[in-house]
């Protein structure tokens, strides 16, 4: 599907891009919510599902797609662009790279500074943000100053270890070039508290960064920020999965970095994937696996079931890095949040499979964290290689185990306000490669 569509735009005329382009700026888009189907009160935001009848499009389907896929990524604006952003993102989406673990070495991280008043405006509103109103150190989330601190914290620790640390975002990212940092300065084009959480907005699968597409309204435009991010530094994102058609519709993918997970087997490779309150939908998997096939990479697609929330997200698990880490020869789980037995394949059918039957053929162990500390960051650790974790200080019992058991180095920052808007070290860090 997206080659033929990048195909499609090179053959088609003029005017019918231009009606395409016009089109994609203001897509017939048709949602349907969860929300509407609960007692409504009080409840943190859900996920909407959203789809284009064919009937309510003038384009070509795969022309639409094609064009979407260019425009978002490559701001293309008439035909001529159009063309040559095809051309551009085929010949980088047929690239072959190494695809890199999640036990792969880190040698360069990004880390994202929100802005002040960005964060100030989740104050009274920590519902709406999914945000906890006090951090467990006791002071008021979201803190500006306390983010600041945060970032620091992770950043020179990982500094300690030989990483290049270099931070993105708005006006407020020069606080961090004051105080000696690598900055990015992009343009923001929303509102957005949750920037620091660069996990979710792109993927580093290899040295070209593929852009996500985020589920909840009050973090799309995050992506915008990424791609920028890498454009800036010399890496071209190759790819966005946006929109996949069935057949009787265009459905707008759900894709989120925490939600995917590289695991390096012995002899194979597997790309786990997150299924539940903002996990891959289906539109998104077909669409990475279409973009694995076109760079000839053979790896096992799995979707694992998360729990989801109603009234209290601190019951479910948003992202699939909240209940799975992998480090060495062992995935570690917190499998009381997740669904841990049966798992989805997906090759050319959707199968059932037993997640012990694929942890077996991968080749690798299974073990459980003790659970006592914060559950919500519990995995939620920052594997940089080499037997090293960078994890939140909160959760000392899961550390102690895993340097006792597993003979893993585990460097401790404090993170009271990046754990207050739900996420770890992993969350509030994107790892990229420039070889």
Not at 215 to 232: I, K, M, P, V, Y
Request: hydrophobic share 40%.
């Amino acid at each position: 599907m997206i080659l033929e569509a990048l195909e499609g735009v090179l053959s088609s005329e003029d005017e019918a891009l231009s009606l395409a382009l016009k089109e994609v700026r203001e897509p017939p888009l048709r949602r349907i919510s969860y929300t509407g189907a609960f007692h409504p009160s009080g409840i943190p935001p859900q996920p909407e599902i959203e789809f284009i009848e064919l009937e309510d499009l003038k384009t070509r389907p795969d022309l639409f797609i094609g064009v979407d896929l260019i425009s978002c990524l490559l701001r293309a604006e008439d035909p001529d662009s159009l063309k040559e952003g095809a051309e551009d993102l085929i010949s980088r989406m047929r690239r072959k790279e190494e695809i890199r673990s999640e036990d792969s070495q880190k040698s360069h991280i990004a880390l994202a500074l929100p802005e002040k008043e960005h964060l100030e405006a989740v104050i009274g509103r920590w519902t709406d943000y999914v945000w906890k109103p006090r951090a467990y150190d006791g002071s008021e989330a979201p803190s500006f100053e306390g983010w600041v601190e945060d970032l620091k914290a992770i950043a020179d620790a990982l500094k300690n270890e030989g990483i290049n640390v270099i931070f993105y975002g708005g006006d407020s990212v020069e606080e961090m070039r004051e105080i000696g940092y690598n900055v990015v300065k992009v343009k923001l084009r929303k509102e957005l508290p949750k920037l620091g959480y660069p996990r979710d907005p792109s993927v580093a699968w290899s040295n070209s960064p593929v852009i996500m597409n985020m589920t909840l309204e009050h973090r799309r435009g995050e992506e915008d920020a990424a791609a920028d991010f890498f454009s800036n530094i010399g890496l071209k994102p190759a790819f966005r999965p946006r929109f996949w058609s069935d057949g009787r519709r265009i459905v707008r993918a759900r894709a989120e970095g925490g939600n995917f997970i590289v695991v390096r087997g012995k002899d194979r490779v597997a790309l786990f994937t997150g299924i539940g309150i903002r996990g891959s939908n289906r539109a998104a998997i077909e669409l990475i696996k279409e973009y694995f096939s076109l760079k000839g990479v053979d790896l096992d697609i799995y979707g694992v079931p998360l729990p989801g929330y109603i009234r209290d997200w601190r019951t479910g698990a948003v992202h699939l890095d909240v209940v799975m880490m992998n480090a060495g020869p062992c995935v570690f789980l917190s499998p009381g949040r997740m669904g841990f037995y049966s798992f989805l394949k997906f090759g050319d059918n959707i199968d059932f499979v037993d997640a012990g039957s694929v942890f077996n053929e991968l080749g690798v162990e299974v073990d459980e964290i003790p659970a006592k500390g914060s559950e919500i960051t519990l995995v939620n650790a920052l594997n940089i290689g080499r037997g090293k974790l960078v994890v939140d200080a909160y959760n000392e019992e899961a550390s102690d185990y895993l340097e006792r058991e597993w003979g893993l180095d585990v460097i401790r920052v404090k993170i009271p306000q990046v754990e207050a808007g739900g996420g770890g070290v992993r969350c509030a860090s994107r790892e990229y490669y420039t070889d």
